[in-house]
Nanobody, 121 residues
């Protein structure tokens, strides 16, 4: 009913940049908070950044000053600009959204399938 599709992952050298995108589609009335999480090999999934529909942002300490989250509410899309990447940023990045289903009062949580970011020389 509602899908999140990420794009923009890939291989990048240390110090480089990547921009991730995540588009929500389906029977959507509105979207509250959208965010990015990541899961490194052998580790738990952790919060990277979130952004509310009003544009309020929150970042994990390990990305502050390097990553920027933004969104286009008209396109139901959230972005993650990642700068100054290092090997510790290597992970699968997942998009997350709190979506209100059309014609209902229900909010549901949806996850994307994940996109792999590899930082290596």
């Amino acid at each position: 009913q509602v899908q999140l599709v990420e794009s923009g992952g890939g291989l990048v050298r240390p110090g480089g940049s990547l921009r991730l995108s995540c588009a929500a589609s389906g029977s959507i009335s509105s979207i509250n908070t959208m965010g990015w999480y990541r899961q490194a090999p052998g580790k738990e999934r952790v919060l990277v950044a979130t952004i509310t529909s009003g544009g309020n942002t929150k970042y994990a300490d390990f990305v502050k000053g390097r990553f920027i989250i933004s969104r286009d509410n008209a396109k139901n899309t959230v972005y993650l600009q990642m700068n100054s990447l290092n090997s510790e940023d290597t992970a699968v990045y997942y998009c997350n959204a709190d979506v209100r289903i059309r014609y209902t009062f229900n909010f549901i949580e949806r996850w994307g399938q994940g996109t792999l970011v590899t930082v290596s020389s």
